[in-house]
């Protein structure tokens, strides 16, 4: 093989040691050793790669001998894997095809390098019905060889760990993809310590300051929280080692990115996270059978010396987890007087709690061992691609809902246990045993006691589900439904059921246009949906077609001209002075000025604005200010973020800014969906003024609700726009809305509240 010229001495020396890295551990590990096809792999995915580099400067077969890495040592995938990902971006960035890498390699790994090129680029492309596309590629190929995603996984990791050399958009879209869907993969096939890395890598991305802020905090409190664990795990030791047990004990520290979950769900700072850490023993046994017994007198011992929380043990021995998560988990009261978790394990569930199923093959019994939960899994996965979502975003969703929740073991009357996600109903589980019994089911028995569809089911329940021919699905059960596959097949039977309504509308909408002389375009549509309050065309041929929207005559020249100009100015009046009128009693809606009010107004004007407005540059910093009297942006009313806070921009379809907190929910899908049209953002050093809501929480007394207005008003002279308080007993709760310019303000409130007697909380709510 030729060398490659554009490498300098120093990088041909790190690029073969760190090929060498890989094979050593492949060396290391159990597998069989077929050197000769990975350094052919190798050498190959070298040379056709040569002279080219990736964004950080270095070159760019480092990446895939990295993605290798990764597969065989965090994962602990063999001699095909590796090889597949040292190839993997072959075909799709060189002259290479999927018949080159066959007839070199064989059809397994040129099958495995086709899987990757197929969902290449991330799962989702620049539009919507693109994502929805890849995700489906990506869940088949899973579902014909798991080791694809594995490799995709790995392949993502090393991604996130080398996305400081992108732009600061590109890394708020990778890192939002990642969390939104990579995480939550990686937790449904077990691979827990990845999946924690790649969220917290994402967190570090999206909210650098407080990934700082938290990492700072957690060295400083290093020595305090070693002396409590060593004075905790003293005596558990000394048991354990009257026990002659072989085993490791050692404390987990929770991740960034769940402890500033833990902090922004509870409205808690660091210092009141008292669950930083828990402690894990992980015990060496040869024989499986022995395991369960093992965990159980760990347990034994363990609640001998700590009093014991009665309703946080968790029992994943007897019932794993669907990604086959095996352990003992019980919580006690440690020295300090705060509860202290403690995870109990053997070896073996610890290599597949952290490598996920790639390590089940280690564990293989032989060929009868029953069917794993995985395969189960990826058949549901499987049954919702052959009913796709219309909507790329509400698939995903949809899928979410499967990916990361937490689950319930369920009885069907014969005694089959039936995995489900947490809250589940009987609907549900009617819709997992069969379609056509969630379509007629009418009730449930639980537990041999009549209950009704909507019934939540718990973990050891006995579920009996009752049909009827006369039922028919309805549109409120989507509701209370949790399982991605009762939801995807009550849309589909809605949209069967809607059908012959819909089609009897787009004819009587074909003969209005026909008499009234009215074009059948898309402006006409827009028009008929404005005058009639429909909120998407497939819901006004629904509404014309069961009779409760009648099209009327009158309409037909309003709708042919559109707004008449005299109108604009009348109706922009209207909007600001209603609007004016309510901004008082605006729970949560942010205004900054008026600004979003006279947003409203001005899209009476809606295409002519947009056509003004000059075009956003996503690749460029976007400065959030006024301009002549007007924010050049408009504040998302689902976060309602305020300067201060961490934020990103996404530009909508009249090429406006619309501001988003980078913790949003809405955010995190739009980073994922809609990557080219986020831009990074930052705040003018006067942006206007904003509502913040603030909660206040404390002991009640007589006067304590006007000394709160006294140091809303006259303290800190901060306009108070709203008001709701609540006294139960003792205990009041309020909620205030302000009009703040800054966070900086809403938190030096706070502050002053505290001050006040009897308030113990007051803390910004998003």
């Known amino acids: 093989m030729q060398t490659d010229p554009t490498v300098t001495p120093e990088e041909d020396r790190a690029i073969e040691a760190a090929f060498r890295d890989v094979l050593n551990g492949y060396l290391a590990s159990n597998h069989r050793k077929k050197v000769e096809i990975i350094e052919r792999a190798y050498k190959f995915a070298q040379e056709a790669h040569a002279g080219v580099r990736r964004r950080s400067g270095e070159p760019y077969i480092l990446h895939p001998i990295a993605v290798a890495k990764i597969a065989q040592q965090e994962i602990g995938l063999g001699s095909t894997s590796i090889c597949a990902a040292l190839l993997h971006d072959v075909v799709e960035d060189t002259d290479y095809t999927v018949e080159d890498i066959e007839r070199n390699f064989g059809p397994k790994i040129a099958q495995l390098v086709e899987g990757l090129t197929k969902i290449s680029g991330g799962i989702f492309g620049d539009k919507a019905s693109a994502q929805a596309e890849n995700f489906r590629k990506l869940l088949l190929t899973m579902s014909e060889d798991i080791r694809v995603v594995l490799i995709k996984m790995a392949d993502r990791l090393h991604n996130m760990r080398t996305l400081g050399s992108m732009a600061p958009n590109k890394q708020y879209k990778i890192a939002g993809e990642t969390l939104y869907i990579y995480a939550p993969l990686a937790h449904r096939l077990g691979l827990f310590a990845i999946k924690t890395e790649l969220e917290d890598l994402s967190f570090k991305y999206e909210h650098p300051r407080a990934w700082a802020d938290i990492k700072e905090k957690i060295k400083e409190t290093e020595a305090k929280r070693q002396a409590v664990y060593t004075d905790?795990?003293?005596?558990?030791?000394?048991?354990?080692?009257?026990?002659?047990?072989?085993?490791?004990?050692?404390?987990?520290?929770?991740?960034?990115?769940?402890?500033?979950?833990?902090?922004?769900?509870?409205?808690?700072?660091?210092?009141?996270?008292?669950?930083?850490?828990?402690?894990?023993?992980?015990?060496?046994?040869?024989?499986?059978?022995?395991?369960?017994?093992?965990?159980?007198?760990?347990?034994?011992?363990?609640?001998?010396?700590?009093?014991?929380?009665?309703?946080?043990?968790?029992?994943?021995?007897?019932?794993?987890?669907?990604?086959?998560?095996?352990?003992?988990?019980?919580?006690?009261?440690?020295?300090?007087?705060?509860?202290?978790?403690?995870?109990?394990?053997?070896?073996?569930?610890?290599?597949?709690?952290?490598?996920?199923?790639?390590?089940?093959?280690?564990?293989?019994?032989?060929?009868?061992?029953?069917?794993?939960?995985?395969?189960?899994?990826?058949?549901?996965?499987?049954?919702?691609?052959?009913?796709?979502?219309?909507?790329?975003?509400?698939?995903?969703?949809?899928?979410?809902?499967?990916?990361?929740?937490?689950?319930?073991?369920?009885?069907t009357p014969r005694g089959e246990l039936i995995t489900l996600p947490a809250e589940s109903t009987v609907l549900d589980m009617a819709f997992t045993l069969h379609t056509e019994l969630g379509l007629h089911c009418i009730a449930g028995k639980v537990n041999h006691k009549l209950v009704p569809l909507n019934q939540q089911l718990r973990s050891g329940d006995q579920v009996e589900v009752l049909t009827s021919n006369t039922q028919k699905p309805q549109a409120e059960w989507m509701d209370f439904l949790k399982t991605a596959k009762a939801k995807s097949r009550l849309r589909a039977a809605l949209r069967r059921e809607r059908q012959p309504v819909i089609a009897r509308g787009q004819e009587l909408i074909a003969q209005y246009l026909k008499k009234n002389r009215l074009p059948a375009s898309s402006t006409t549509n827009q028009r008929l949906l404005e005058r009639t309050g429909m909120g998407s065309y497939e819901d006004l041929r629904y509404a014309v077609g069961a009779g409760t929207v009648t099209l009327d005559d009158d309409w037909a020249e309003t709708i042919r001209m559109g707004v008449i100009p005299g109108e604009k100015s009348i109706l922009r009046s209207i909007l600001r002075n209603t609007i004016k009128v309510a901004t008082l009693g605006m729970a949560g809606k942010n205004t900054e000025n008026e600004a979003s009010a006279e947003k409203k107004a001005e899209d009476a004007d809606g295409d002519e604005a947009s056509r003004e407005r000059p075009k956003v540059n996503t690749k460029e910093v976007y400065t959030l200010k006024y301009e002549d009297g007007h924010p050049n942006f408009k504040i998302a009313d689902c976060c309602c973020p305020i300067?201060?806070?961490?934020?990103?921009?996404?530009?909508?379809?009249?090429?406006?800014?619309?501001?988003?907190?980078?913790?949003?929910?809405?955010a995190l899908v739009l980073k994922a969906g809609y990557g080219p049209r986020i831009v990074q953002t930052r705040w003018a050093v006067s942006a206007g003024k904003f509502l913040a809501h603030v909660r206040v929480e404390g002991l009640d007394r007589h006067g304590i609700l006007q000394e709160i207005i006294a140091v809303v008003s006259t303290q800190m002279d901060i306009d108070l726009r709203r008001l709701d308080i609540e006294a139960t007993g003792e205990v009041f709760h309020s909620d205030m809305w302000v009009r703040v310019e800054d966070v900086a303000i809403v938190n030096d409130l706070c502050s002053k509240l505290l001050t006040v007697d009897g308030v113990e909380r007051a803390a910004r709510i998003q």
């Open 232 to 411: 905790f795990s003293a005596p558990i030791r000394a048991k354990l080692d009257t026990m002659g047990l072989h085993y490791e004990s050692k404390a987990r520290l929770k991740s960034c990115y769940s402890i500033w979950r833990k902090m922004e769900a509870k409205h808690i700072p660091f210092e009141e996270v008292y669950d930083l850490y828990a402690v894990r023993i992980v015990f060496d046994c040869d024989d499986p059978a022995r395991e369960k017994q093992i965990c159980w007198n760990i347990y034994a011992a363990i609640t001998d010396l700590y009093r014991l929380h009665p309703e946080r043990t968790r029992d994943w021995i007897s019932v794993p987890k669907a990604n086959g998560y095996q352990a003992l988990h019980l919580t006690v009261m440690g020295p300090d007087g705060n509860w202290i978790e403690v995870q109990i394990r053997s070896r073996r569930m610890d290599e597949i709690a952290e490598k996920g199923f790639a390590a089940h093959w280690k564990y293989k019994i032989g060929e009868g061992e029953e069917e794993s939960e995985l395969n189960v899994w990826l058949r549901t996965i499987k049954d919702i691609l052959e009913n796709p979502e219309p909507s790329a975003i509400d698939f995903l969703d949809t899928l979410k809902l499967n990916l990361f929740a937490s689950e319930i073991v369920v009885f």
């Open 643 to 666: 300067p201060g806070d961490e934020v990103l921009g996404f530009v909508d379809d009249n090429n406006e800014v619309v501001v988003h907190a980078m913790a949003c929910p809405r």
